[in-house]
């Protein structure tokens, strides 16, 4: 078996291990089980990360070559080390979606904006989860999981109000690391929207300059049509002035010599006989 075919083997199953952890984590931290409950929900999280384990020890051992595979895996790395990042495995269903197959230009930048959207939300999210459970039992201002995602949807746009800030260490640090995915996000956003207009005036400049096109073509091809109408008619003209003459002399030569027109007809043979 090589890497592709491990990757397409993995595809659902990493997402359904994604969305696992998401409920059991959500689960932790709002519904704060005890006893059988939560034990369950640890090993709902256990299970689901020794998937991610398992889905990058085997890729790492398929590979080609190793070094350059863990170079350009990185990310899957940070999602076995980094709880936060592992709901963004659930992204990866929208890649294989075929709904988002439509024309090239629109299927690739209408699979960013979704991507993009789903990724902000799901960060948005998770960065919620993450600080209120790092939060929780100190003198935070971020109390309960309305707060969490307030702080966090102010945050990620980097907008920064203010009136809530992580007090821990985590969730500074998770703070830090928001803001910079929020820049980013915010960056592919902005660039994709300016894609999209840059090719939307191109394309009614094109269609403009086809249109003026078309005119000046269909106006060549009136002017060579009434062009050879008038040559036609000229022609037409000539020959009807030209044909009664000619009737003329064809009737002239056809017809029969009279009497008084014989007396005027030399006879080249009588007159050699009268010298």
């Given at each position: 078996m090589n890497s592709k075919r491990w990757q397409h083997i993995m595809e659902w199953p990493l997402v359904v291990a994604a969305l696992i952890f998401l409920g059991a984590y959500s689960w932790q931290v709002i519904g704060q089980p005890t006893g059988t409950h939560a034990e369950i929900a640890l090993a709902?999280?256990?299970?689901?990360?020794?998937?991610?384990?398992?889905?990058y020890v085997v890729s790492l051992f398929l590979a080609e070559v190793r070094w350059n595979w863990f170079r350009h895996h990185l990310f899957d790395l940070a999602v076995i080390a980094l709880p936060l990042l592992r709901p963004l495995r659930v992204l990866r269903a929208i890649?294989?979606?075929?709904?988002?197959?439509?024309?090239?230009?629109?299927?690739?930048?209408?699979?960013?904006?979704i991507y993009t959207a789903s990724?902000?939300?799901?960060?948005?999210?998770?960065?919620?989860?993450?600080v209120l459970d790092a939060e929780r039992g100190t003198e935070s201002a971020i109390n309960s999981f309305a707060d969490a995602i307030w702080w966090a949807f102010v945050t990620v746009t980097t907008v920064g109000y203010g009136d809530m800030a992580p007090v821990s260490g985590f969730g500074r640090v998770l703070a830090v690391f928001l803001m910079l995915g929020g820049i980013a996000l915010l960056g592919v956003v902005t660039g994709t929207l300016a894609s999209w207009i840059v090719e939307k005036v191109?394309?009614?400049?094109?269609?403009?300059?086809?249109?003026?096109?078309?005119?000046?073509?269909?106006?060549?091809?009136?002017?060579?049509?009434?062009?050879?109408?008038?040559?036609?008619?000229?022609?037409?003209?000539r020959t009807g002035s030209e044909t009664p003459s000619r009737t003329g002399d064809r009737s002239n030569a056809s017809r029969p010599i009279g009497r008084g027109q014989e007396s005027s007809v030399i006879d080249p043979v009588a007159s050699a006989d009268r010298c």
């Open positions: 709902l999280v256990i299970v689901s990360w020794l998937v991610f384990v398992i889905d890649t294989v979606l075929h709904i988002l197959n439509r024309t090239v230009g629109t299927a690739v930048r209408g699979r960013i904006l990724a902000s939300a799901l960060l948005v999210y998770a960065a919620a989860l993450a191109s394309t009614d400049a094109e269609e403009n300059q086809s249109a003026t096109v078309a005119h000046i073509h269909a106006l060549e091809q009136t002017i060579e049509a009434l062009a050879l109408q008038i040559e036609t008619i000229g022609g037409e003209a």
